[in-house]
């Protein structure tokens, strides 16, 4: 591990990072309206399982090779972002029926609500090359392996943003609990989580920055 001031230091700019609203808040918080508490908390598991895929991928160095990599970084931003309408577009689509449904349970779909949410985490292009930027600058070359300090800091990262986005996705899903005593409101709050969906994928094929 790095040396404990630069740890403390990290820790306390992984925990403002992820408090910011982000992609993943606005996936989280899109799916709570969609799928319901523990719907949301499944895809906060998802996406920190599909981060921590990447943090290994940055220990292992791919995360600067799609920093350098024009055409890789491209294709994977717009996977990401088409997967991000799709998920949008179903919700949209099948509002009737979830609004039907019981709100309370993910019942088969849990194992599909993971895979999602994990596809969604591992290709988001901007987290793998901040990671990759900025890993390094928090590590120190007498403190032992770069990549094993990197994969520990990504350690922390991790454990912060399961518990900061499944606090989101707690309250979130709460918000909907309130609106699924009426089918017509939850129909509603459905489609409005797809919309939120849709314009997360949006934003991230029509952004340029890598940072």
């Known amino acids: 591990m790095p040396p ?3 740890v403390i230091a990290f820790t ?3 925990a403002v990072l992820i408090a910011i609203p982000g992609p993943s808040v606005l996936f989280v918080i899109g799916r709570a309206l969609v799928l319901g508490r523990r719907g949301a908390l499944l895809s906060v598991l998802g996406n920190t399982v599909g981060i921590s895929l990447q943090i290994v991928a940055v220990a292992a160095g791919l995360g600067t090779l799609l920093e350098q990599s024009i055409v890789l970084y491209t294709v994977v931003k717009y996977v990401g972002a088409a997967f991000l309408v799709y998920l949008g577009v179903q919700a949209i689509r099948h509002r009737r029926r979830i609004g039907a449904a019981d709100t309370t349970a993910v019942p088969t779909r849990r194992i599909a609500v993971l895979r999602q949410s994990v596809f969604v985490g591992v290709s988001n292009p901007k987290s793998i090359v901040f990671f990759a930027a900025v890993f390094p600058q928090f590590t120190d070359a007498a403190a032992g392996p770069l990549p094993m300090q990197m994969l520990g800091l990504g350690a922390i990262f991790a454990v912060l943003a399961l518990l900061m986005d499944g606090t ?9 609990d309130w609106f699924a005593r009426s089918p017509r409101r939850i129909r509603t709050l459905s489609a409005t989580g797809g919309v939120a969906m849709i314009g997360l994928g949006a934003g991230l094929a029509v952004s340029e920055s890598r940072a």
Do not use: K
């Open 4 to 6: 404990w001031e630069n």
């Open 12 to 14: 306390l700019a992984a």
């Open 168 to 176: 989101t996705a707690l309250l979130a899903g709460a918000a909907r």
